[in-house]
């Protein structure tokens, strides 16, 4: 069975000159493709989180390099290029009372993907999985 | 020259003595016969009152130290009973447990005359119109100058502290000639006047600050006294025996410390020894008079010295210069006295942050500001914004309710904070006085 649950690595910053580029500088050195990124910020610290090739190894690489680290579950949905998709979307978590906790979007080879951290992964991915709205696989960045 | 007391105030220096030795020596007898703790205290480091043959023989007493009062938090260490208590101070304690100090009506008296003959020292009396702009409440400041200022027949403005705009208004419209808060509060209240377009000195009647609460310098009292165009003066009392006691007089050469009142030594604060006029050492308090918590040499933490000479004004008192710093950590932060330990306490208590910290003290617009940087929990590191500002506010209000003053807090990445062998240096202080 198709394995929806993709893993983010998010990351504990201090909101100061030259964090992240030390988080690029140990996923460069590990030879990890970044393929989608965003940072949420609140006042002097900050979030950011990503999707890798290899979130494991990308993981423990940020652990010995003494970044505050974890893994959590998203989905990555594709977004139809049309008006009314992101609408569909959000519609079909309202209506089944899932929360959208945070997303984010990054534009993918085969176009938009929106990616969505919610209160309840498993409803979720049940009611997307029953219309026609494409999920992302976790093994498509491996 | 006017004196509230004068026969008191410039009762000749032998006298005094002679009059503190009597003193003393019915203090320790009453502890010794009433007080479980010092009797036990006194047993212990082999002196008994028939031992104190002069006042010189004070320095053969055992210390108190702040620890005996959280150790004997509420009230075991009163020497009355709760019927005789007419008023509670509470005040931070090192650590979870506040410093609890009764008074009963003599206490209170003894306090508020302490206060009538200092301000009268400073020119105030009948007349003068005094803004209290200390704390109210379990802190000793509003309380202690409230009632000192009504008894020299000067009209009392409760203002407390906060409410900036209302104060400088008040203080204008009132025709205040004095005003009671810490030197930094009174610049904020300025700041904040020139803002409002009421400029101290030429829209306000302003002529007396009773200034003290936290350390400042000459340096500093030179720029309130020119900006503002009032005389400053320095004010000591510590909560542990009464809060705001003594003022310097219009001589500013040095606070008259009331001898009747409390008996003051300076020792050095590693070897316990009694040293000369001025030598500067941590002051020891031994309260003459006080019922409810009477203290035998109190080691105040504060560094200072006692002048020697008379002063000009007549007063015959020791004169006290002004407190150069601490024997310890503590911080004063608006006035309010803060331990580190108490931070650590705090932070201790809270599941999702490290027990690494540290403080950084700051001024902002004059006023002081704190900032505890706290390193986040890595197991409990979530990646919802939401979760780590809810941690972050309740790290603020656990410490609002433990230090009574509010902090400003920073989460940081584990393990960023400075590391220390042996002693650590938690706190960086970066204001300038």
Same mark, same amino acid.
């Given at each position: ?9 998010? @990351?504990?910053?201090?909101?100061? %000159? *030259?964090? /992240?580029? =030390?988080? #690029? ?7 990890? &493709? $970044? ?41 990555? @949905?594709?977004?139809?290029?049309? %008006? *009314?998709? /992101?609408? =569909?979307? #959000? ?7 899932? &929360? $959208? ?42 | ?433």
């Amino acid at each position: 069975m198709a394995n929806y649950a993709i893993k983010q690595i998010s @990351i504990f910053l201090e909101n100061k %000159p *030259g964090r /992240l580029a =030390e988080v #690029a500088e140990a996923m460069n050195e590990a030879k990890i &493709n $970044i393929l989608a990124f965003s940072i949420a910020e609140a006042g002097d610290f900050g979030v950011v989180r990503m999707l890798v090739n290899k979130p494991d190894e990308a993981c423990k690489k940020l652990h010995e390099k003494g970044f505050t680290v974890s893994l959590t579950r998203v989905l990555g @949905i594709k977004m139809k290029d049309e %008006p *009314g998709g /992101l609408y =569909e979307i #959000a519609k079909i978590l309202g209506d089944s009372d899932v &929360n $959208i906790d945070y997303a984010y979007a990054y534009s993918g080879t085969s176009g938009a993907v929106f990616i969505l951290r919610v209160s309840d992964l498993e409803l979720a991915i049940e009611k997307i999985t029953e219309r026609e709205v494409e999920l992302i696989e976790d093994t498509l960045f491996e | 020259m006017e004196y509230w007391n004068p026969r008191m105030e410039r009762i000749p220096a032998d006298e005094l003595r002679d009059l503190q030795y009597k003193l003393l020596k019915t203090l320790v007898y009453k502890l010794y016969n009433f007080s479980p703790f010092y009797r036990r205290r006194l047993k212990e480091s082999g002196v008994l009152p028939d031992d104190i043959h002069s006042l010189k023989d004070v320095s053969k007493l055992p210390f108190t130290q702040k620890t005996d009062l959280r150790d004997n938090y509420p009230d075991k260490i009163f020497c009355v009973s709760q019927s005789d208590v007419a008023r509670y101070h509470v005040s931070s304690g090192t650590t979870g447990k506040p410093t609890v100090v009764g008074y009963t009506e003599h206490d209170l008296n003894l306090w508020t005359e302490s206060l009538a003959r200092s301000l009268t020292a400073c020119g105030l009396g009948r007349g003068d119109t005094m803004q209290v702009s200390y704390g109210y409440g379990l802190f000793t400041g509003g309380l202690g100058l409230h009632y000192g200022a009504e008894r020299i027949g000067a009209s009392v403005l409760p203002m407390s502290t906060g409410n900036t705009e209302r104060q400088v208004e008040l203080m204008r419209d009132m025709k205040v000639t004095a005003i009671s808060c810490t030197p930094s509060y009174l610049l904020h209240i300025a700041e904040t006047g020139e803002k409002m377009g009421i400029n101290i000195k030429d829209d306000t009647d302003l002529k007396t600050g009773i200034l003290g609460a936290e350390p400042w310098s000459e340096r500093m009292r030179d720029r309130i006294e020119e900006e503002l165009g009032i005389d400053a003066y320095d004010i000591y009392g510590t909560s542990e025996l009464s809060g705001p006691m003594f003022t310097e007089c219009q001589e500013k050469n040095g606070a008259h410390v009331w001898g009747d009142q409390m008996l003051i030594e300076i020792i050095d604060p590693a070897s316990g020894e009694v040293l000369e006029n001025e030598e500067d050492g941590e002051l020891v308090v031994t309260t003459l008079q006080k019922e409810a918590l009477p203290l035998l040499r109190y080691r105040t933490g504060d560094l200072t010295k006692i002048y020697d000479g008379v002063c000009a004004c007549g007063r015959t008192h020791p004169r006290m210069a002004r407190i150069k710093g601490r024997t310890d950590d503590m911080l004063i932060i608006r006035g309010i006295n803060v331990f580190p330990s108490q931070v650590e306490h705090v932070l201790m208590s809270i599941d999702n942050v490290g027990n690494h910290f540290q403080i950084v003290v700051d001024r902002k617009e004059m006023l002081d500001n704190m900032l505890v940087m706290v390193e986040v929990n890595e197991n409990a590191f979530s990646d919802k914004i939401n979760d780590l500002m809810l941690l972050k506010d309740r790290v603020g209000s656990k410490l609002r309710n433990v230090l009574n003053i509010s902090a400003e807090v920073e989460l940081v990445e584990p393990g960023t904070l400075p590391r220390f062998e042996g002693k650590a240096k938690r706190v960086v202080d970066r204001r300038t006085l």
